[in-house]
């Protein structure tokens, strides 16, 4: 089993930053993993924001976060990041970290494992 904790997410002022974590542990994790983030808003689906391969060699972003988050990992640590820049309020929503043996440089939800997530609140 692989478990996933994020963390990280808290009230910010739009403009700001804010850097996310998603530990990753388990017997059966490996730094092979594939990981992702996502986030879903109140009343909408959840949402694909970036994916990261394993050795953090490729990545790839939603068309719309592109340039303003960026996705990274430390395989030492077993812990993938999302740095948030220039905030805005619709980004508020609860952003769940996801990983999977595959990495696909395409959007999708089809990922084995899910963390419980983080809430994340832009203030105007």
């Known amino acids: 089993q692989v478990q996933l904790v994020e963390s990280g997410g808290r009230l910010v002022q739009a403009g700001g930053s804010l850097r996310l974590s998603c530990a990753a542990s388990?017997?059966?994790?490996?730094?092979?993993?594939?990981m992702a983030w996502f986030r879903q808003a109140p009343g909408k689906e959840r949402k694909f924001v970036a994916t990261?391969?394993?050795?953090?060699?490729?990545?790839y972003y939603a068309d719309s976060l592109r340039g303003r988050f960026t996705i990274s990992r430390d395989n030492a640590k077993n812990t993938v990041y999302l740095q948030m820049n220039s905030l805005k309020p619709e980004d508020t929503a609860v952003y769940y970290c996801?990983?999977?043996?595959?990495?696909?440089?395409?959007?999708?939800?089809?990922?084995?494992?899910w963390g419980q997530g983080t809430q994340v609140t832009v203030s105007s």
């Open positions: 996801a990983a999977d043996r595959l990495y696909r440089n395409y959007a999708t939800v089809d990922y084995s494992y």
């Open positions: 388990g017997r059966t994790f490996s730094s092979n993993y594939a």
């Open positions: 990261i391969n394993w050795s953090g060699g490729n990545t």
